[in-house]
């Protein structure tokens, strides 16, 4: 397996295996680090919308409900579905039976199989990786900023997100518009990150956030000197 399948795989498998996770417990300098076992992420998106939903069998009353996120609730749609349509493509089942985690892993078994280029494999991890991000932020939700631009890569600045309706379309009583660029703030710059939600990709660090700006700022030069002309 090559490099470029390799980071695939480690994207694939951040997204569908359990994750190893280290705490610090104690005072400085007498505490101990304890390892837990936490779910894989695809899991843990789907648990925290059935239970704010009541879909776990608990039986909640609906006044005893977390109001459903419904960002949590389209990102998950939007992995699901793409997920099973890549499978379907290469003609393996997609039947209700199947957890989008196990299908993942079943599309990259398949899909690796063939000759891919390069640039190929980095868009899926590039996407693969986003969707990790993005339910970590909605896990365990970080300081955003919105970016009042346009991806420099996709071109999008805004994008509904909420329910959809049987023919795919927006739900008109259940939408929001919101911007598709968003900065992260972290304690460690170094962790801290903008994400396009539209396109998926991911800047981070300081030095890829650096180059956002330069790129967000070269598009809108670009532009104004079009509208002059």
Known sequence: MNSELSELLAAVDALTRPLTVAQWQGEAGEGKI???TDEPLLVQLRAAIQNNIGG???????RERTPLDVGAFALFEDIDGRVRSWVSELGGRVGKDLTVEVLLRAWFVLWSAGQREPATVERFTVMLEGWAQQIKDKLDPPNQIEITSACPVCGVEWLNVGLKLPDGS?????VERV????????????????MCKSCNRVWRGVGQMRS????????????AGGDVA
């Open 212 to 223: 956002l700006r330069i790129a967000i700022d070269d598009r809108e030069a670009a532009s």
């Open 34 to 36: 304890f390892r837990r």
């Open 170 to 174: 927006d739900d008109p009583d259940d």
């Open 56 to 62: 776990s069998g608990g039986g909640k009353q609906a």
């Open 179 to 194: 911007r598709v660029l968003a900065a992260v703030e972290r304690d460690n710059m170094d962790d801290s990150y903008a």
